[in-house]
């Protein structure tokens, strides 16, 4: 069984950084893909950013590109999701996913997920 433990949430005022870790505490899953998810109040979870435990290769979403950075360890046990130049709008409940997905941006496609870490930024 694969379980996932997000943390690093916390209250930061825009512009400022936060780094976010998702780690595996089950079954291995290097072979798998480890995506990132937020949803904001009245929202729908929306994709943020995912990579392939495997290849290293990575997909962000256009809203986060060239702020957000993940990249995992190299025991491949942990992600992390580096936030940089935060935006109120960045201001949700990120969680983290691991699965085989058919579509790297669908939360659909993912088996497992953590409990979530509640990121606030404040103008």
């Known amino acids: 069984q694969v379980q996932l433990v997000e943390s690093g949430g916390g209250l930061v005022q825009a512009g400022n950084s936060l780094r976010l870790s998702c780690a595996n505490s089950?079954?291995?899953?290097?072979?798998?893909?480890v995506a990132w998810f937020r949803q904001a109040p009245g929202k729908e979870r929306e994709f943020v950013a995912a990579?392939?435990?495997?290849?290293?290769?990575?997909n962000y979403a256009d809203s986060v590109k060239g702020r957000f950075t993940v990249s995992r360890n190299n025991a491949k046990t942990t992600v992390y999701l580096q936030m940089n130049a935060l935006k109120p709008e960045d201001t949700a409940v990120y969680y983290c996913?691991?699965?085989?997905?058919?579509?790297?941006?669908?939360?659909?496609?993912?088996?497992?997920w953590g409990q979530g870490t509640q990121v606030t930024v404040s103008s």
């Open positions: 996913a691991a699965g085989l997905p058919k579509a790297v941006v669908s939360s659909a496609s993912y088996n497992y």
């Open positions: 089950g079954r291995t899953f290097n072979w798998w893909v």
């Open positions: 990579i392939n435990l495997s290849g290293g290769g990575t």
